[in-house]
């Protein structure tokens, strides 16, 4: 078996950062946005979520305007980013991908963000990983199932044989559609079309992903 992690909200807990910028940015256009809206946002592609954001608004802007908001908005996202550290890692993340690692199971990221790379370096767990696909390498973002085919060519594994961890909407379709095993990590409500979901890694617990482990084989 091999294991694909998503990394914003499954592994750090970025999601409140890029809403934040995002929040900044709706704000300056004079664009409503809520975190409820920011639900759509998470697993897409930061052209995809400026998109939908002029949507919201009911409106559009030039291709050279459009291009300075996606800098602002990074900008402002990486000021957050810049002070990240293993604080941010979300709860029971540190056991599970120790555990994987003494284990030797391989472990890719699939990330549909062009930052992927140095937000792990912040948070000190780059070295866990075999293989990193991000938002830098992908043409077709989640829920094309892309990034995570990728991954999965990387660690030389079958798509049956990987499993996917992953919090948002576009990636557990994402992951289904590549044939993989789906692990929702987050609510249930918002999670439905993954095989399993979990509020986090504590209540998966390590037992329950060995017994998923031995059983694939
Ligand atoms: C995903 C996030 O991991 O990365 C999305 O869930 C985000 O919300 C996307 O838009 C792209 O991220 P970045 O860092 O390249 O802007
Ligand atoms: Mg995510």
Known sequence: MAIIFDLDGVIVDTTRYHYLAWKKLADELGIPFTESDNEHFKGVSRRRCLEILLEIGNTSMSE??????????????????????EEEILPGVPEVLNHLKQRNVPMALGSASKNARVILEKVGLLSYFQAIVD??????????????LQAADFLNAENEMCIVFEDAQAGIEAANKAGMTSIGIGEKEILGHADYV?????????DWLNDLLEKAG
Request: hydrophobic share 35%.
């Open 64 to 85: 050279s305007e459009f291009e300075s908001c996606l800098v602002r908005k990074n900008e402002d996202y990486l000021v957050y980013v810049e002070t990240m550290n």
């Open 135 to 148: 938002g830098t390498q992908v043409t077709a973002a989640k829920p094309d199932p892309e990034v995570f």
């Open 198 to 206: 979990f509020t986090d890694f504590n209540e998966m617990g390590i």
